[in-house]
């Protein structure tokens, strides 16, 4: 609706800028694998909407938190929550806590392997019962089999991670996955790993670029 009166226009679908998460993960990893540390992270669009609904009470924040890190690393636990005013629609939403992860490096092949933690909302809210446009995997887009219709997603979006891990005294990286980039038509994405002053810093940064994907190009 404008001055001059009404005029029509296809609404454009979501941009990945619109709908963004960002996680700041600096941990230390102790001698006996596990890991503690601090965790910050912010959200805009869709997904800071189903943080304001899910975290709204404060006496449920830690157990929601615990539970979500539960799923992928049994015994987690966090503390000193803090949250930016999820009342204030006109606030970002950010958010940061102390983690606790137990049994982060196993044994392998003579040497330990160190598996990093996640974003613990990512698809969380789905199985629970709410609306969460970011899928916990993205294979769960494209099933296999073939497709008679094409795929509509619910938004676009983009997601970055951060990893500050400092190893004990003495420990090196042997090995470290190759970095990756990739980038086409529905997406992009790029990680990067090095090893320096001992710690481990490792970014990830991933976009979903479309929302709706013809049926003939869902293999690719």
Known sequence: ITPEGAVVHQVPGSLPGMNTTAD???????????????????????????????????????????????????????????FSDLGDLK????????????????????????ELPEDPLRGAFERMGGRDPFAERLTGYCPGGPRRHDLVLPAAWSHTAS???????????????????????????????RFEEGKLRIDKAVSLAVTRVPAARCAE
């Open 24 to 82: 700041r993960f600096t941990l230390t990893l102790l001698a006996d694998g596990s890991g503690r540390g601090e965790v910050r992270c912010s959200a805009t669009g869709n997904r800071s909407l189903t943080i304001r609904q899910a975290f709204r009470n404060p006496l449920h924040r830690v157990p929601l938190l615990d539970r979500l890190h539960g799923r992928r690393s049994t015994g987690a636990s966090t503390g000193a929550v803090g």
């Open 91 to 114: 606030v970002p939403v950010s958010y940061e806590y102390s983690l606790i992860l137990p049994a982060r490096a196993r044994q392998r092949d003579g040497g330990l392997e160190l």
């Open 163 to 193: 990893y500050s891990i400092t190893l004990p005294p003495g420990w090196k990286a042997a090995e470290l996955p190759p970095d990756a980039e990739l980038a086409s038509d529905f997406g992009r994405l790029k990680i990067t790993r």
